[in-house]
């Protein structure tokens, strides 16, 4: 099998229409950004989640340098603004790997962008993690070499949101503004 090199998506003039909305839900493991994005999904909005892209369907692990899983998520989410539907973009999406690529969607998107970090400390993400169906998978110690901490992509759109209150609430902040 012939491996294809990774690349940056190349920019486009713009992507999406005018009245479609791009939510980006960033933020460390267990900061709650796939439960908040399945429960906006019935908006309706479509959900591309940076995990599903990249280990289900890519069969990748995330790495610093870059992957197909970059491409393959900026691909998708435009493709979708493109064919009229609202989108929910989640994921830890590391600033330094997805930074740019980000950036890009949310410069080049017609419509209106609602861009969100979960702000969450390592101490709660090992409790969450802890507590899932995941903890076998791995260990505080791993997490800690991966952690990503503040990663903010410092952007004027960019809220930070602090992950250790009620999913409802952080929701319920969320879904307010998108009927603004």
Known sequence: ???????????????????TTLVVLRGPSRAGKS???MALRDRPMSVVGQDHLRRIILKERDKLEL??????IDMTVRFCLDHGKDVVLEG???SQKYGEMV??????????NLVYYLQVDFDETVARHTASSQAAEWTADAMRGWWS???RLGIPEEVVL?????????LARIAADLDR
């Open 1 to 19: 099998m012939t491996q294809v090199q990774p690349r940056q998506p190349a920019a486009t003039a713009s992507v999406g229409a005018t009245d």
């Open 35 to 37: 439960s908040l994005a």
């Open 67 to 72: 992957t197909a899983a970059v491409e393959l």
């Open 92 to 94: 830890i999406l590391w």
């Open 103 to 112: 950036r890009r969607l949310v410069a080049d998107h017609r419509g209106r």
């Open 149 to 151: 901490g503040d990663d």
């Open 162 to 170: 602090d992950a250790s209150l009620p999913a409802a609430q952080t």
